[in-house]
């Protein structure tokens, strides 16, 4: 594990409103705090710098570890994985309810390897839904932006 300094904890919490980056859960409504993920891994050349970091809850990273591509279902094409900062959320996924939904390779890539809809977390955003507290506004401003 890598450290990052506080002051660049804070630059790239704030960027993301305090939101996962991946899932779009608020780091307020997640048991475990959020970590920051290096999008393009040390092991793979990625630098500790913000535009290589996202803000992630922690089961988004640990399902991502240091992947940075995956195999398509369909096609078996290997295709990378979603960036925060280069990507648009919300031209590789959708939100239908609490399901997301892959519009792109890329999504779908991203989708399986994360397990974005792997029942638990479904079932996580379908309680959050009920408390009106998902998607969240900063999550909402989130996807309208990157």
Same mark, same amino acid.
């Given at each position: ?10 630059? $790239?919490?704030?960027?993301? =409103? ?9 780091? @307020? ?7 920051? !993920? ?6 793979? =050349?990625?630098?500790? @710098? ?7 809850? $922690? ?5 991502? =570890? *240091?992947?940075?591509? *995956?195999? %398509? ?17 919300? !031209? ?14 890329? =999504? ?11 029942? @638990?977390? %479904?079932? @996580?955003?379908? $309680? ?7 998607? *969240? ?7 309208? !932006?990157?």
């Amino acid at each position: 594990m890598t450290y990052v300094s506080v002051e660049v904890r804070r630059i $790239v919490a704030r960027r993301a =409103g305090n939101v996962c980056e991946y899932c779009l859960i608020a780091e @307020e409504h997640s048991f475990y705090r959020h970590q920051i !993920e290096h999008i393009i891994s040390l092991k793979h =050349g990625g630098m500790s @710098e913000t535009d290589n970091l996202a803000l992630s809850c $922690v089961f988004c990273n640990s399902n991502k =570890g *240091s992947d940075i591509a *995956s195999l %398509v279902q369909d096609s078996r094409e290997i295709t990378r994985l979603y960036n925060p900062r280069t990507d648009r959320w919300n !031209e590789h996924f959708q939100l239908d309810s609490a399901t997301i939904i892959p519009l792109t390779d890329i =999504g779908e890539a991203t989708a399986r390897l994360l397990k974005l809809n792997a029942d @638990e977390r %479904v079932l @996580e955003r379908q $309680v959050l839904i009920t408390q009106n507290k998902y998607p *969240s506004d900063a999550a909402l401003q989130l996807v309208r !932006e990157h």
